[in-house]
């Protein structure tokens, strides 16, 4: 791949092809980062599901909290509404 750059010189300068690299190897570091989090992630989940609680709600629960107060309890109130003209609550 890096054989193509320099067997086309005019596609991009070498300042072009500097910066192309810095980027390609910051992503590819930041992903490896994401990857390890990911597994320290999945750790806690199993530390947690070993000490007894149900991993299925403890994300549930991340996710809720991601979603702004305001904007969860509007759902909440629609999911209400939809439940109750079915005849579910």
Known sequence: ??????????VLNAT????LKSI????????QE??????????????????GYDVKTLRKVVRIRKIDRAKRQE????LDLYLAAVGEI
Do not use: C, T, Y
């Open 24 to 31: 390609v190897e910051r992503i590819e570091r930041l992903e």
């Open 34 to 51: 994401k990857a390890e989090v990911a597994e320290q992630i999945k750790e806690v989940f199993a530390e947690a599901k070993g000490n």
């Open 75 to 78: 759902e909440e109130a629609i």
């Open 1 to 10: 791949m890096a054989d193509d750059a320099s067997a086309h010189p005019d």
């Open 16 to 19: 072009a092809q500097a910066q």
